[in-house]
């Protein structure tokens, strides 16, 4: 378990985390170029592959919180939802908080939903016994 020291353990974990968060949090809008935007990697089969390679093959672990992260952003930071359930159906998802990415709330919500994406990670780093963790991974036969 990581216990930030401000040593060289800590600053190697920070990067072998950050990294593969930033990149999955920019792979859903890939559907911007192909596909169609807010459905074809907007959705929860995307996030259960990015979520499950890892386990599988060893690699690309914390993608998953990126993808994640982006979808509550996405479906918080406008009235657009996204299609969840792409591509069995078209239907958007959203809340009615949602706002628009031109309001004078938008960079208001976005740290508020940093923040608790953050307090969240936090939990579940500090507060989930990792031996419950792993119970719940053999448990989903995943581990
Ligand atoms: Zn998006």
Redesign the pocket.
């Known amino acids: 378990m990581l216990e930030p020291s401000g040593d060289v353990v800590t600053f190697e974990t920070i990067a072998a985390v950050t990294v593969p968060v930033v990149l999955g949090a920019m792979v859903?809008?890939i559907d911007t170029a192909f596909g169609r935007h807010?459905k074809t990697l907007?959705n929860l089969l995307v996030l259960g592959v990015v979520a499950a390679y890892p386990v599988y093959f060893g690699n690309l672990q914390y993608v998953w919180i990126g993808v994640l992260s982006?979808f509550v952003l996405?479906i918080l930071g406008s009235r657009r939802g996204l299609a969840l359930l792409y591509p069995l159906s078209d239907n958007e998802f959203n809340l009615p908080v949602g706002v628009p990415v031109d309001s004078k709330y938008a960079d208001a919500v976005m740290a508020a939903v940093t923040a608790v994406e953050l307090a969240t990670a936090a939990v579940i780093v500090y507060r989930v016994p990792q031996s419950a963790l792993q119970a719940g991974l053999q448990a989903a036969g995943l581990a």
């Open positions: 859903p809008d807010r907007h982006h996405d």
